[in-house]
């Protein structure tokens, strides 16, 4: 098992920016890759970024790439997703989400993933 906590949402203005945090326990980190998705209200649960195992590489969705950033730290277990130049758009809730590392392919696909934390809200407002 791995429990996943997150932590950093909040109300930001257009423009702004926030840092979520996710930090993982249970199990070995580093065997796990991460990803975060996002959920707005009405809407499906979509792909925001992911990160290997051991941090190398990196996957974003069209919408965030050039504003945010996904990063690891093994040491601390834990991945972060800085999120810059925020939209309006970008509101919703932020799950952060671990996966095997066997996996080479569906970083973007939610059924991928075992484990998942509670979310944390991001309300950007215009």
């Known amino acids: 098992q791995v429990q996943l906590v997150e932590s950093g949402g909040g109300l930001v203005q257009a423009g702004g920016s926030l840092r979520l945090s996710c930090a993982a326990s249970g199990r070995t980190f580093s065997n796990f890759d991460m990803g975060w998705f996002r959920q707005a209200p009405g809407k499906e649960r979509e792909f925001v970024a992911a990160i290997r195992w051991s941090g190398g590489t990196t996957y974003y969705a069209d919408s965030v790439k050039g504003r945010f950033t996904i990063s690891r730290d093994n040491a601390k277990n834990t991945v972060y997703l800085q999120m810059n130049s925020l939209k309006p758009e970008d509101t919703a809730v932020y799950y952060c989400?671990?996966?095997?590392?066997?996996?080479?392919?569906?970083?973007?696909?939610?059924?991928?993933?075992?484990?998942w934390g509670q979310g944390t809200q991001v309300t950007v407002s215009s």
């Open positions: 989400a671990a996966r095997s590392s066997y996996y080479s392919a569906g970083y973007a696909r939610p059924d991928y993933y075992a484990y």
